[in-house]
Each structure stands twice: as C-alpha cells, then as structure tokens.
C-alpha cells in the first residue's frame, strides 16, 4: 500500500481487517513531518504483520517522498514480480501515482 497524506485513510480500513492474520502487509506511508503529521505511528506498531516504510518531506534538507522510499527499498518490486503481490495506490492525483 501507499498511502501519501490523506491517502492513508483508505488503508487503515485493510490494515485492520488483516491485522493478526497470514498476509504480510507493506506501507508506504509519506506525510510532511514525523512528528507533527505521523498520526498512526504508534498504532501500526500494534500489528505484528505490518511493515511500514515512511516518508517526511520536511523533514530534511531535500524533500523526500514515497517514491524515493520505493527506490530505496527495491525488495518491494520482488514482492509483486515473483510473488505475484498486489499494490494499491490511495492519495492526491497528481504527479504521485505517475512516480509511484
């Protein structure tokens, strides 16, 4: 899942529901500022198969975004090559699910 700023209200509904069960979920998650916009951080730490990944476009001299951490974390495109993974994309429409 990725979910940049709003986008993540669409996730919160999945992670919940396939919390505790068999299938690991991965999320990308990109928000301004970690401490001032990070707002379910301590609740997905709660979910033992949720790994998060995020992304603070403030919090650094160049902005980073969740594509970048996409880039970084290359593992993600072996989840949906070789093992036929799913990708959703929720949040603003813009230049992000292009990047995504």
Not at 1 to 13: C, D, K, L, N, Q
Not at 22 to 29: A, E, S
Not at 58 to 74: F, G, T
Request: glycine fraction near 6%.
């Amino acid at each position: 899942m990725v979910g940049p700023g709003t986008g993540i209200a669409a996730f919160r509904s999945f992670i919940h529901h396939l919390a505790g069960k068999k299938t690991q979920m991965h999320l990308v998650f990109g928000c301004r500022n970690e401490t001032t916009d990070n707002y379910y951080a301590k609740e997905w730490e709660t979910i033992p198969n949720l790994k998060v990944l995020t992304a603070f476009s403030r919090a650094e001299d160049s902005k980073v975004y969740v594509q970048h951490i996409i880039k970084r974390n290359m593992y993600l495109a072996k989840l949906i090559v070789e093992e036929n993974s799913v990708i959703y994309v929720s949040g603003r429409a813009k230049l992000m699910p292009n990047s995504v």
